[in-house]
């Protein structure tokens, strides 16, 4: 079959060699060097439209050997839930933020004769193809896979990876340089892509851009489709940023606009004394990342910011179903005592903490409902009974009374009762249909994670709902707990064993609370969650606030809370474990420096079939040598580093400064790091990213909030909290 082919680009294929180019000018006629008797030696090849394209030409990929070559690692990044910079983007482009420029600066090397490789000048398309026009491309051969699974343990980063080979490529026509617009189209684009054959378009796309990539791009690129740049610029940076710079100059001014606008109007901090300067800096600062924090969609705050100032941002950013908000946590306390002294003469109720999987359900219509992770990812294909037939139901047995309606305020439309749009906030739970009872949490983490068929499902789910962030289009998240609670008892009916209110018991009597506390762990839960109702108790998004706790039963008397680290390393076991890995290394995240910092080697509380399926495991994540990111002394070297990719829950009997480890340093030493004193392994958090881990910070505070450190810095409370 005769195909068009261009000169703008060459394909990609796998071969043991590095990446080279060439074409030649030839006639449409058969091309030698296979045999036509082999017809399946024949390669798949694609013309890329001009409109697909990255730089606006016709180009000619072969997608069959790119994808091979970068298909593991294009698999990894789950491809349906692309994300921009750490983002998630759906169809609405929402959540997308703009793109660092990636900049031109160096020139093409030119594939000639002299400089060309034996591997270029002997390969041949099969025999079987034909071309059309002028142009017969000899391909790129690409390095094996591998080759490529060889280097990439060497060196550990996929980014720097793509660079190194992109950077021996060489081309007899130079593709169009890239532009940021061109690279944040085609980024938007693929991750709008869903369907059976996204998968394949998603890595033409990718193809298409790693062709026109020169010296760093191919690293920014991939670093950009996988969601982790490391360039050290955290998110509250750039927040920071923006607010700092909304301050200095008033773009939405009119004044600031015009053409000779004198220099002080576009520097607002001249003749401003220094107190003044920086209380205004900070108040615009904090509007920014309120905005953010209930409208997570850069696009949007920017246009906001142009328009009307961090003043008026209000106007323009404001929660909205369809797009999911950072939920609100809370942080550990170690008992009755601990909470009756935080919350003091606060009303304050408690809640079972249930074992399960943090959802934020957004009801955008009557006939349309999301499900998202406490990660903002979509879960909505993995709870198909949830989406299509248990929320259906909740919602036609839902009324607004008149009780709620005078809870919303004014803003709500009193002639409708209907619940047409929400957010409420729950815990889905594996649920025993027969039993009537909750599951443990491991039994929830064995259903399939996306596309479920709702008739193949085995385990049941329970959603057990306790807030309610929005609805009707009235935002409630300024609205005291006390007055949600209300909203969501009047409005919704329960229907047992599938969706659920949160049990709950208002009382400040130490006997009464510890006897629920015990209650829930009877009831399969993890233990109470502690609330105020009206003084400070909003909905704060994208916090770990002080006004919500967190008290377990299995909490040991000094730490009050696990962890949840990352493993970052295996030991080789010896006697009863030789053969398999008896020890891990285990690291906390910096989300600051984007670094994973050591703070434990563990080995109990692991089964012997734990340690053959994490030994199985983590052979497919061994790296050759440390992550740059990672933090560690060098007295503590493993005798296998891995990939960060899974994420345990862990208690400890206490922490403590050690010279061994490096997480928290600087903070509570200036040298030395913090870790934990038997450390004992509890499970593995599937629901949680390697970047979700328990951050430095929160292990110093762990460190801090101990009994014992706390008398020796005279009793002191933590008070802030933190936006995560």
Not at 469 to 485: C, D, H, T, W
Request: with cysteine; charged share 25%.
């Amino acid at each position: 079959m005769t195909e068009k082919v261009s000169r703008k680009a060459h394909p990609l294929r796998e071969t043991d060699s590095e990446w080279v180019g060439a074409s030649a000018l030839t006639k449409p006629t058969p091309l030698s060097g296979s045999s036509n008797a082999n017809p399946s030696n024949k390669r798949r090849r694609l013309i890329v439209d001009s409109d697909d394209s990255c730089d606006g030409t016709a180009q000619n990929i072969d997608i069959a050997e790119c994808s091979k070559v970068f298909e593991p690692k294009v698999a990894s990044m789950d491809l349906d839930n692309v994300s921009v910079n750490g983002v998630k983007t759906d169809d609405d482009n929402s959540g997308v933020p703009m793109i660092h420029d990636i900049r031109n600066e160096c020139k093409e090397n030119r594939c000639t004769p002299s400089t060309r490789s034996p591997e270029c000048k002997q390969r041949r398309p099969p025999a079987t193809e034909t071309v059309n026009t002028e142009i017969a491309p000899v391909q790129i051969p690409c390095v094996g896979l591998e080759h490529l699974k060889a280097k990439l343990k060497s060196q550990g980063d996929l980014g720097s990876l793509a660079e190194s080979i992109r950077s021996r490529q060489k081309t007899m026509f130079t593709p169009k340089p890239l532009t940021v617009s061109m690279v944040f189209s085609k980024l938007k684009e693929i991750a709008s892509m869903s369907g059976n054959s996204s998968q394949a378009k998603k890595v033409e796309k990718i193809c298409s851009l790693l062709v026109a990539c020169r010296e760093c791009e191919a690293k920014y690129l991939i670093r950009s489709l996988s969601g982790k740049l490391r360039i050290g610029l955290a998110e509250q940076s750039v927040l920071t940023a923006l607010g700092q710079a909304a301050a200095i100059t008033p773009f939405h001014s009119a004044a600031a606009v015009k053409v000779g606008v004198p220099s002080r109007l576009l520097d607002v901090s001249t003749g401003v004394s220094n107190e003044q300067w920086k209380a205004r800096v900070e108040v615009c600062v904090a509007n920014v990342k309120k905005a953010y924090c209930v409208c997570p969609n850069y696009d949007k705050l920017v246009a906001g910011l142009l328009a009307d100032g961090p003043d008026g941002l209000h106007f323009h950013c404001f929660i909205t179903p369809g797009m999911p908000v950072k939920p609100m946590l809370a942080h550990p306390t170690r008992g009755v005592v601990d909470v009756l002294k935080r919350f003091d003469e606060a009303d304050f109720t408690c809640e079972y903490k249930y074992d399960g999987e943090r959802a934020q359900i957004h009801v955008l219509d009557p006939r349309t409902c999301r499900v998202y992770s406490r990660n903002q990812e979509d879960n909505t294909s993995k709870y198909p009974d949830i989406v299509n037939t248990l929320m259906p139901r909740v919602l036609k047995s839902a009324k607004l009374t008149e009780a709620a309606l005078q809870h919303m305020g004014s803003e709500a439309d009193s002639k409708s009762t209907a619940v047409e749009s929400c957010i409420l906030d729950a815990e889905v739970v594996a649920w025993d249909r027969q039993g009537g009872h909750i599951l443990p949490f491991q039994v929830l983490s064995t259903r399939k994670r996306k596309d479920v068929d709702e008739a193949a499902v085995k385990v049941q789910v329970c959603v057990y709902a306790f807030d309610i962030l929005f609805i009707n289009g009235v935002s409630l998240i300024e609205k005291p707990l006390r007055v949600r609670r209300e909203i969501i008892r009047e409005t919704f009916s329960q229907i047992h064993g599938e969706f659920m209110l949160a049990t709950s018991l208002d009382s400040s009597d130490t006997e009464q609370i510890a006897s629920f506390l015990e209650e829930s762990i009877k009831g399969n839960c993890e233990g109470l969650m502690v609330k105020t109702l009206d003084r400070n108790s909003t909905y704060e998004i994208a916090k770990r606030s002080h006004n919500w706790l967190k008290l377990k039963k299995d909490y040991l008397d000094n730490v009050g809370d696990t962890l949840d680290l990352v493993v970052i390393g295996g030991f080789h076991g010896s006697g009863k474990r030789a053969g398999r890995y008896g020890g891990f290394l285990l690291a906390c995240y910096d989300a600051e420096s984007e670094e994973y910092q050591t703070i434990c080697k563990i080995g109990t509380g692991m089964t012997d079939e734990d340690l053959a399926k994490f030994s199985s495991y983590f052979k497919d994540y061994i790296v050759d040598k440390a992550k740059a990111y990672y933090q560690f002394a060098p007295g503590l070297v493993p005798d296998h580093w891995f990939e960060p990719t899974q994420v345990w829950e862990v208690k400890a009997a206490d922490l403590s400064i050690s010279p061994a480890h490096k997480a928290a340093a600087g903070l509570a030493d200036p040298e030395k790091g913090i870790s934990l004193r038997f450390p004992r392994f509890v499970r593995i958090r599937d629901d949680k990213k390697p970047e979700d881990a328990t951050t430095a910070q929160q292990v110093y505070e762990m460190y801090k909030s101990q009994e014992q450190i706390k008398n020796q810095d005279g009793g002191q409370m933590q008070n802030e909290d933190d936006l995560y």
